[in-house]
């Protein structure tokens, strides 16, 4: 029987062996004047922008932590769970604070060219904005987390709003076309 099965896989790998090689596949057919030029490699003082972009990033997720606990409570009727998740949003509060406060000190909008300045400018207001809001999400999220939750959920809408739109102006995101209908 092993013999058998031995056979069998010896045949199978020289009939593999005889088949032809599939032909090469055609080189890309765009024209070289269709195709748009990659993006500028950043400066020095664009790349501090962005690390600055990332340290703010990382008070948002925590943000965003806080948030989403706040409304997974909100869906029970356990009292208790819903104080600790607000006590837990302003802990977070306080935790984003010290990223967004550090990471906004490095994004100069200054740094980029106008079409893209004006971008950087609108997403570092954002960022101003969040921290401006932090010590009163502190004490609200306390008293009525649901509150807090949605105010603060807006904000961060906002902000990734102006986030997209940021990665668009530097050519990391394509834009979208509104014209074309979504496919499923």
Same mark, same amino acid.
């Given at each position: 029987?092993?013999?058998?099965?031995?056979?069998?896989?010896? $045949?199978?790998?020289?009939?593999?062996?005889?088949?032809? /090689?599939?032909?090469?596949?055609?080189?890309?057919?765009?024209?070289?004047?269709?195709?748009?030029?990659?993006?500028?490699?950043?400066?020095?003082?664009? /790349?501090?922008?962005?690390?600055?972009?990332?340290?703010?990033?990382?008070?948002?997720?925590? !943000?965003?932590?806080?948030?989403?606990?706040?409304?997974?409570?909100?869906?029970?009727?356990?009292?208790?769970?819903?104080?600790?998740?607000?006590?837990?949003? $302003?802990?977070?509060?306080?935790?984003?604070?010290?990223?967004?406060?550090?990471?906004?000190?490095?994004?100069?909008?200054?740094?980029?060219?106008?079409?893209?300045?004006?971008? $950087?400018?609108?997403?570092?207001?954002?960022?101003?904005?969040?921290?401006?809001?932090?010590?009163?999400? /502190?004490?609200?999220?306390?008293?009525?987390?649901?509150?807090?939750?949605?105010?603060?959920?807006?904000?961060?809408?906002?902000? /990734?709003?102006? !986030?997209?739109?940021?990665?668009?102006?530097?050519?990391?995101?394509?834009?979208?076309?509104?014209?074309?209908?979504?496919?499923?």
């Amino acid at each position: 029987m092993r013999l058998i099965a031995v056979l069998a896989c010896v $045949a199978a790998t020289r009939l593999a062996a005889q088949q032809p /090689e599939p032909a090469p596949l055609p080189v890309d057919t765009a024209h070289a004047e269709s195709t748009p030029p990659p993006p500028a490699p950043p400066t020095p003082e664009q /790349e501090r922008y962005l690390l600055g972009l990332r340290s703010a990033n990382r008070g948002i997720a925590q !943000l965003k932590d806080g948030v989403d606990r706040v409304i997974r409570t909100q869906t029970s009727k356990d009292t208790v769970r819903q104080r600790r998740a607000g006590q837990r949003l $302003a802990g977070l509060c306080g935790a984003a604070r010290s990223f967004l406060v550090s990471g906004r000190s490095s994004m100069r909008p200054t740094v980029y060219d106008p079409p893209t300045r004006d971008v $950087a400018h609108r997403l570092s207001l954002q960022v101003d904005t969040l921290i401006a809001y932090i010590p009163s999400c /502190e004490t609200v999220a306390r008293a009525t987390p649901k509150k807090a939750a949605q105010d603060l959920a807006g904000r961060i809408t906002a902000f /990734e709003g102006a !986030l997209k739109d940021f990665r668009v102006a530097i050519g990391v995101l394509k834009p979208t076309d509104s014209s074309k209908t979504p496919t499923r």
